[in-house]
């Protein structure tokens, strides 16, 4: 799904003039300005928000992040349907603009992130559940049903990469 040529072509950033902050996104050859304003939060923050929620609700907090990543895959999703035919290498492109990984690579059932703004060094378990809500919400968007969404592999514990399977999702 993913074509590193198709993405050179693919640049994003932030314009600032007169406290209005303006987004742009090119996209093919096309200019597309979207009015957005953003927040710049720390991995180290992030980190910290994760183990205040964690210290409140236990693991049961980590359904509350996987819904955040929900609602920015959300828009991801459908930025990326407005302005390209290369939907995945779009979404990519803007989560790695946007500080959520170093680099995304969609697949037909699988999602490859590195340098995930998620991951807890040393861990011993996932962490990226925001990410895996965004994921899940760009092949939702893209497949038109819903999915589920699993991390396999995780940097926090040492691998080299954060693998998220795809899958449809059944009714039981």
Sequence with gaps: ????????SFSAGIVAKDNHVK???IVLGRFTLV????????????????QLYESIMSYACH?????EGILY?????????????????????????????????FRENEAIVNG?????????????????GIISTIYEEHLGRKVRCMETSCESTGKTSCVFIIEPETME
Aim: charged fraction near 35%; proline fraction near 1%.
């Design 116 to 132: 995930s703004v998620e991951i807890k060094p040393n861990g011993d378990t996932e962490t990226c559940h925001r990410i895996r």
């Design 23 to 25: 987004t742009f996104i």
């Design 63 to 67: 359904g509350l992040f996987f819904r």
């Design 35 to 50: 009015r957005m304003k953003f927040v710049k939060i720390s991995q180290d923050e992030l980190a910290r928000v994760r």
């Design 73 to 105: 895959g959300t828009e991801i999703a459908r930025i990326a349907k407005n302005n390209s035919d290369d939907y995945f290498d779009v979404a990519a492109k803007i989560m790695e603009a946007r500080g959520w990984a170093d680099s995304v690579d």
């Design 1 to 8: 799904m993913t074509s590193r040529k198709s993405r050179a």
